[in-house]
């Protein structure tokens, strides 16, 4: 497959939740492309969130919370993805009959997903969005929602009051939202940010096979449900 950047992925196949996904073959091997298409004069690119593909790896975090949505009643309910990626949580939601919208904003997340989507035959639409800058002007275009999903998306120091805000954003009185994490070192910072934003937050696990893991080992994904 080539970039919309320019540069090709080295794609494979994996099945999970009865789903067919095709992602990259290797993250560290598609970053070494990156390093080689821009030189090494401009290697700053290669880890760069616009060019660099974190959204093509179907990370555990994402499978978790599909794994937890499996378990909801999500008919008719209006949701929201942020950070898609590889939007596994959307198509799970989809063929549970709820009405959702993916968003992320690397360019070639639209590539993946339309190839996925194809290969398992479902359909839901996707909208360019960076939710660090664009939330005033996505949220006059998508509306609100009955719930707002996110996974592995706090790995900065900047992004749990950034993702709070996103979240809240989004949401429609007395609905709620679903973040998935695979314990990293921000986690308890957005808790604080969601409760001064005044959520209150209820938290399980779920395990991801070892099969399902880079490292083939059993892990542990923590699943926060805020509400207010």
Not at 138 to 165: C, N
């Given at each position: 497959m080539i970039s919309n950047h320019g540069f090709h992925?080295?794609?494979?196949?994996?099945?999970?939740?009865?789903?067919?996904?095709?992602?990259?073959?290797?993250?560290?091997?598609?970053?070494?492309?990156?390093?080689?298409?821009?030189?090494?004069?401009?290697?700053?690119?290669?880890?760069?969130?616009?060019?660099?593909?974190?959204?093509?790896?179907?990370?555990?975090?994402?499978?978790?919370?599909?794994?937890?949505?499996?378990?909801l009643d999500l008919l008719g309910l209006k949701v929201l993805e942020i950070g898609c990626g590889l939007a596994l949580p959307s198509f799970l939601v989809t063929r549970m009959g709820g009405d959702i919208i993916a968003t992320d904003f690397h360019a070639d997340v639209p590539l993946f997903l339309e190839l996925n989507q194809k290969n398992n035959q479902i359909v839901f639409p996707y909208k360019a969005m960076n939710w660090r800058n664009e939330i005033e002007?996505?949220?006059?275009?998508?509306?609100?929602?009955?719930?707002?999903?996110?996974?592995?998306?706090?790995?900065?120091?900047?992004?749990?009051?950034?993702?709070?805000?996103a979240l809240i954003a989004f949401l429609k009185p007395g609905g709620k939202i679903l973040l998935s994490d695979p314990g990293r070192a921000y986690i308890q910072k957005?808790?604080?940010?969601?409760?001064?934003?005044?959520?209150?937050?209820?938290?399980?696990?779920?395990?991801?096979?070892?099969?399902?893991?880079?490292?083939?080992?059993?892990?542990?994904?923590?699943?926060?449900?805020f509400s207010n």
């Open positions: 992925y080295q794609l494979k196949k994996m099945s999970v939740l009865d789903f067919e996904m095709t992602t990259i073959r290797d993250l560290d091997e598609s970053i070494d492309t990156l390093c080689e298409f821009f030189g090494e004069e401009d290697q700053d690119n290669s880890l760069a969130e616009e060019y660099c593909p974190y959204f093509g790896v179907l990370w555990e975090a994402g499978i978790g919370l599909s794994q937890h949505l499996a378990k002007r996505t949220r006059s275009d998508l509306g609100l929602f009955d719930l707002v999903i996110g996974s592995d998306i706090l790995y900065e120091s900047q992004h749990p009051m950034q993702v709070a805000k957005f808790i604080t940010s969601m409760n001064e934003c005044g959520f209150k937050e209820n938290f399980t696990t779920q395990e991801i096979a070892a099969e399902l893991t880079p490292k083939n080992n059993r892990r542990d994904i923590y699943i926060f449900e």
